[in-house]
């Protein structure tokens, strides 16, 4: 049998109490991946983990904000005790609560910084170590269309996924010696709980209308993850946007 270069890997999630990230786990377990999974919802993670393994895959979670860096340690320190590895790191929680910047929402500003930008360096910090040591890995991080373009009240939200462009830009440059694979997603509209902590009334109507009519279901992350991580290992998949079919900008 052909290898799918999925199973037996040990692939660790942050965000995977919902949307994107547990729509990852669920497919990646499906191809034979070890998957640990990471947010702050414990109990969402323990639904998931118990529906990975009734199906017959192997599932962890692990409680963890991933502004606390020792949070994030923890989870891949759970990953390596138990699995002996980390293959791949899919740094993927994130917030987006749109709004324009005369709004001055500053709070959620700080927000979106400290998950969006500072959770992935926390993956980063954590994941690194490992995969030097292994001398192989594959760090994965969620972007966004919003990474290459921005549009009303998306001013930080966007400057938070440019952000994480450029840190993996970089990132990719410099891991050369140690045989790691950098990839960024940039998803267009999904269907998620995304739009869940936009405090804008209006904000919040007019994406919910848009991404209600052109939305696409959270598997076709999944599915774009499981390529990446899918090709040879001298393959290294940098960059994939995708949107909806009928999504504009
Ligand atoms: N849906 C889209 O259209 C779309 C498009 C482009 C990019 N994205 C990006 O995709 C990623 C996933 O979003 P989603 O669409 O799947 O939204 P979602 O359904 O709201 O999921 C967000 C996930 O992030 C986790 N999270 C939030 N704050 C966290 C924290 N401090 N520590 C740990 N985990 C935290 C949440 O878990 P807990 O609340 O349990 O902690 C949840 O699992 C985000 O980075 C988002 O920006 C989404």
């Known amino acids: 049998m052909m290898s799918n270069n999925i199973t037996g890997k040990v692939v660790v999630i ?26 702050r919802r414990a109990d969402r ?37 138990t699995f002996g590895r980390i293959d791949v790191l899919i740094n993927n929680a994130g917030l987006m609560p749109l709004s324009p910047i005369e709004s001055l929402k500053v709070d959620e500003w700080d927000r979106m910084i400290d998950v969006n930008i500072r959770g992935v360096l926390h993956g980063i910090a954590a994941a690194l170590p490992h995969m030097k040591t292994q001398k ?22 966007s400057g938070t996924k440019y952000a994480v462009r ?21 998803p267009g509209a999904v269907k998620t ?3 869940d902590h936009i405090s804008d009334v209006e904000v919040k109507a007019a994406n919910s209308d848009y991404v209600g009519q052109v939305g696409i279901p959270a598997n076709s992350f999944a599915r774009m993850a499981a390529f990446a991580i899918g090709q040879p290992e001298d393959v290294d998949v940098n960059e994939i946007i995708f949107r909806p079919t009928a999504q504009l900008l």
């Open 14 to 39: 942050t965000g995977a109490s919902s949307g994107l990230g547990e729509a990852a786990a669920r497919h990646l377990a499906a191809e034979g991946a070890k998957v640990v999974l990471g947010a």
């Open 45 to 81: 993670l323990g639904a998931l983990v118990s529906e990975i393994t009734s199906a017959g895959g192997e599932a962890l979670a692990v409680a963890t904000d991933v502004t606390v860096l020792a949070d994030v340690q923890a989870l891949v320190d759970a990953a390596v005790e």
């Open 136 to 157: 192989s890995g594959q760090i994965i991080t969620t972007s966004s269309v919003a990474g290459h373009l921005v549009f009303p009240a998306s001013a930080v939200y």
């Open 166 to 186: 450029a840190i993996c830009e970089g990132l990719r440059q410099e891991v050369k010696p140690y045989n790691i694979r950098t990839t960024t997603l940039c």
């Open 193 to 195: 709980e995304l739009l």
